[in-house]
């Protein structure tokens, strides 16, 4: 990854209204910087939530509370707890979320 074009800056989350995007079933609320080249968000899934589509896009995540799910389109499965992360470049592995706890993400992307 090679960050473009962003300046030093903080981000105050709190100050982020959310966005809701709906899943198969459950919610996730994003709160999303962009700026440059990057996409930086603090995601929150709802109990019970799974994605309603394989992601082909890159990602560094890190789980910072919760139990996170990632199916990878290939069939292997991956669950992620409170300080684990993944990695994954753009159209490499499609990859779908789900959790049956709720969970709190931190994605640069």
């Known amino acids: 990854m090679k960050i473009q074009d962003v300046p030093f800056n903080t981000i105050d989350w709190s100050t982020i209204t959310p966005t809701e995007h709906k899943g198969t079933t459950g919610m996730a609320y994003w709160r999303t910087f962009e700026m440059g080249n990057i996409r930086v968000r603090m995601?929150?899934?709802?109990p019970?939530?799974?994605?309603?589509?394989?992601?082909?896009r890159g990602h560094v995540l890190l789980v910072m509370q919760g139990e996170l799910?990632?199916?990878?389109?290939?069939?292997?499965?991956?669950?992620?707890?409170?300080?684990?992360?993944?990695?994954?470049?753009?159209?490499?592995h499609?990859?779908?979320?789900?959790?049956t706890t709720g969970v709190r993400l931190f994605i640069v992307d």
Do not use: I, K
């Open 43 to 46: 995601v929150e899934y709802t």
């Open 48 to 56: 019970g939530y799974l994605a309603d589509h394989w992601c082909p």
């Open 69 to 92: 799910n990632t199916e990878l389109e290939d069939g292997r499965q991956f669950t992620l707890t409170p300080g684990m992360s993944y990695q994954v470049a753009d159209d490499t």
């Open 94 to 99: 499609p990859h779908r979320s789900s959790t």
